[in-house]
């Protein structure tokens, strides 16, 4: 019984090594320094951006078109937003993330007649905010990328 319980463990000593060893041949040793530095840079953690709080942005395009009014947002540090989307005033509230812009709530919204180019330029405004849409900052510009497509580009007024 003693024998077998070694010749056991004996092969099961050898299957492990046998496996470890190629895993650690798998990932190949850079040969030159700039080589390390590079491997350390895309393994390097991405860097945290605070969202532009207090901060008043205009639309300069809504996917890719440049809207016929003047639209603008401001998200506090408390979560309150307000804004104009093209034919109304809104005010709501956000859960700011990391990177996403969560709607907590429908936004409350001034009651007014648009005209149809209006309103569709709205349509598209609110299919952007509404989905809880990825955001960026480069430079002075907001960008915001709706979770189910759809792009508001808004710059940093004075």
Known sequence: ????????L???????LATAAPAKRAKPAPEKEGEKESQQQQ?????????????TFLLKDINGKTPPVEIWITVDKTGHGAGFSGC????????VGANRLGPKAMPAVTEQK????????ER?????????????????????KGFKGGVLRFTRSL
């Open 1 to 8: 019984m003693k024998r077998f319980l070694s010749a056991l």
């Open 88 to 95: 109304k005033n809104w005010s709501a509230v956000f859960i």
């Open 114 to 121: 648009c005209d149809a180019a209006a309103q569709e330029l």
């Open 124 to 144: 598209d405004y609110w299919n952007v905010l509404l989905s809880g849409p990825y955001w960026d900052t480069q430079g002075s510009d907001l960008i915001l």
């Open 10 to 16: 004996a092969a099961g000593l050898t299957v492990s």
């Open 43 to 55: 393994e390097a953690i991405p860097s945290y951006k605070p969202f532009p709080y207090y901060q």
